[in-house]
Structure formats: C-alpha cells, structure tokens
C-alpha cells in the first residue's frame, strides 16, 4: 500500500507499510494496527456495521485514535464528543446509535433505548471479550464521499448542526497540509487538541500520514512545558494556549531574574526557543486569531508559527501560512485541494475537496451547505492581496471565535445586559480573544458598572473587560476593537 488510501479506516494499515523502515515508529505503527484490528473485531460483535452511527464520549489519547479508525474500518460513522455537556446534541438529534463511552467521564444523557458501552478500551478490558476468537477485521469497502465522521458547530447565526465530513474531505485536506510542514517521518507530534472538533482530528490525520510518532498528554497545565519536556517537532495549539504562563529556568532564568513563571508576551524573542525546545520545528496555531504582536515576536525568533484559516464546513484548515509562503497578518494561501476567491459584497468563498457535504438531517439525508455554483459561503470578510494571501476583516454572522477556539454566540448575553440596565449593547472581541462591550449609552450609574464588572458571560464564564460607550452602534458586529477615548477598565 504505498499509495495514501481513499478509505481513512485503512490509516492504520498504510501507516503500518510505509514507515516499515523508520525504526523510530515501525513498532509503534505495528502495535497501533493490531489495536485498530481489534477494536474492528469487537465492534462487529456489538453489531456494527456500515452506517451504524457510534456516538462516543472519550478523552483525546490513543485510545480514541484506534477506535475512531476501527469505527471507520467498519463502514460506520463517528460522532465524536470529549465533553459531557456536549452529549446531548448528538442523543436528542438522532434515533438509533451506539454509543461508547469512557468509565471515567460522568455523563447524563436520554439514550432512547439505544445501547451504551462503557469501556476505556484497555488490554484488561479485550482479556474479557470474545474478540480472540473473531477474525472479522477487514476493513469495509466505501465510497471516499461517505460520511466518516460528523461534527457539531455552528452554521452562520443558528445554533449547532451537525456536518457531515466524508472520508475524502478528511484524506485530501491532511495531504495538502501535510506538504506544507517540514517534518520526517520519525519526528513527533504533541497533540493538545480535542480530537472530536475538526482542528484537532485533521491535524492528528496530518501527522499520521507524515509517519511522525503520536504524543497525547494527559493533562495540559504548562502548555509550553510540556512541548519542551515531550521534544516534538511539531505541535498545532489554539491562541489561548500561548496566553499560558511559561517556566522560567535555564537560559531564560538570566534574561527575566527573579522570575519562575511569565507569559510568551514577556519574554524577548531570545527567549522562545529556550522555552519551547531546540527539538520544535513549527508550530501551528488556528482555531482563532492571533495577536499581531506574538507573531512579530515568532518572527524575531526565527521559529514558524503557521498560522492558517478554516470552519468545520471546510474540513478545517484550507488556508495556511508556510515556511517558504508567509506574509504576517494574513492567513496564508490557499491550500492546493482548495480554490478561494472574494464576493462582490467582500465575503470569503471557499470552493474544493475539502467543502463538507452538507448537514445530515434526522432522516439521514443530507443538506447541501453550497450557496451557488459550489462555492461555500464562509460569512466570513476579507480580501486576498496580489500575491494571493487572505486577510480577514470582518464577520457577517453575529457568532465569532474565543481564544480557545470556540464558539461564541454574544447575542443571549447581550439581552441579558440589556434587560437589567436598559441600554443597546454589542459585546465584542479584541486580537488576544478578551471581551469588550459597546454601549449605547452616555453615561452609567455606579450600580450599574459594579453589575457590569461581576457580569459573567455564558457558558463560558469570561468577564468583560471593558466597556466602550458610544452614541450608535455599529450597523455590523467588527471583527476586531481597540481602545479609544471612551474606554472604561471593568477589570
């Protein structure tokens, strides 16, 4: 198999073949294989089969890795969740699923009936099944356009809706990243992504198909600790993850004296690889954006920050800045599965291999996302240079991004806001991620500020960090806002 497979379920094959000779991950492959084997074996003695739907609830280790890929050896589709509070948009949206679920994850949800496993998947737990006498392994003949995996997010201004990511979306978006990064098979990989949101599982398939070795923590304190520590060579993070302190030790300990910990803002750029490691090769950051002062700030330390574009309707990334390609602020170049252009009204348009199908319904229908002549409407705003590099300037729909690469949609906060001081207001977003207000309204009672300063926005429990009074608010929500004369501190 030294061709990259049309079916994602044979990864771990194709894997195991072409990095035979790479001792560094011969073995690791190998074992990584007879896993995937396995899990197929017991799944079909639950009864799965092609298009059954697995609803899962596990944490993002290897673990996950081989049971998402005997899910997919099977013909069936993964709906993918790592948080309990998320469970319940797969089990109230569909009828019939199985769904496995890890024994250490607390989790409440209305089954309809339908089977649940609860497993972590261990050698302890295959000691106990009948799988040693199964040999039905192989994996399922599928279209590359069948469902593999469908996620949950938002769709312009409506709440969540699951999209359908097929098997070539996967497979074709991980090929065109992967000829963008430097690596060789036998370097390691450090995820510290959610393997069930798009960022995280095409960036885990990228990696894969590079033959690096695979690294997943268990706990995730000191971010840049544990890139050092781990010696990747590579490692894709959401912003907020470069907002954590960082150890103060060694090199660094004599440019910041006195200090054990600080931020990547404190530090000069001398100091970022002695943090990081001599090992890190890239470094790939998406989800949000990301302040223009850090990227700077990689640049003098001469160590790549990728930083890339992409929606889950897009298979994650389908722009992406590269070591020999990068212009600083912009987003990068298309990706070469990938075509972009802007409309006349200056919304990004995105049209290729890795445009999901659509948005699975109920019934098992799926619903195009395509506006016109197959190109996807982003609602998001930009402009492409002459050189071909995207730059965002605004977002159409009132949900935006947070630092940790989630999803935010303002507008319940900003009637709950509304309601108890009477004021229009719009809650925005600066580079770093933090949350700012635009009231309209001149002046505020103390009452009311001590009421803005406690506000707590939901779900995420972020505060407000300032508040802009103005006298009209603007006609669209801004992608970005700065500090201007009005500016009140609600910190």
Known sequence: ???????????????????????????????????????????????????????????????????????????????????????????????????????????????????????????????????????DNKAVEVDPHHPAEIIFSYHRDCGPKPFVISHDNLLKTAVAAGKELPLTPGDKYLSLLPFSKIYGRVSLLTHQLLGCIIECPQQILLPSRLIKVSKAASVAVVPSMLQYPVKVDGACSQLLKGRSLATLDELPPEAIRPVLGDTLKIIICGGAMIPSDLLQKFEAASLPLMEGYGLTQTTGVFTLNTVSAHRTGSKGKALNHMSIKISDDGEILAKGAGISSGIILPDGTIEKIDDSNNWFHTSDEGYIDADGFLFLTGNKKNVFKLAN???????????????????????????????????????????????????????????????????????????????????????
């Open 1 to 135: 198999m030294s061709k990259i497979p049309l079916h994602a379920g044979l990864v771990a094959d194709f894997i195991a073949i072409k990095f035979a000779d790479i001792p560094q991950v011969a073995t690791e492959n190998t074992l990584f294989l007879k896993k995937v084997l396995r899990i197929t074996s017991w799944l079909r003695l639950q009864g799965v089969k092609k298009n059954s739907l697995i609803v899962s609830l596990f944490p993002p280790d290897k673990n996950w890795i081989a049971l998402d890929m005997a899910i997919l050896r099977c013909g069936a589709i993964h709906v993918p969740f790592h948080m309990a509070d998320e469970i319940s948009l797969a089990t109230e949206y569909f009828e019939q699923y199985l769904f496995i679920v890890h024994r250490d994850i607390k989790y409440q949800t209305d089954t309809k009936a339908n089977q649940i496993i609860v497993t972590d998947l261990s050698d302890d737990f295959f000691q106990d099944s009948d799988i040693h006498n199964s040999t």
């Open 405 to 491: 690469g989630y999803y935010y949609n303002p507008q319940p906060d900003e009637k709950r806001i509304a309601d108890e001081i009477n004021m229009q207001t719009m809650i925005c977003r600066d580079e770093k991620g933090n949350l700012h207000l635009l009231a309209e309204k001149i002046t505020l009672s103390s009452e009311e500020l001590e009421f803005l300063k406690k506000f707590r926005t939901n779900p995420f429990s972020m505060p407000l960090t300032s508040l802009f009074q103005t006298k009209t608010l603007p006609c669209c929500r801004p992608y970005v806002v700065v500090a201007n004369e009005n500016w009140i501190s609600l910190k």
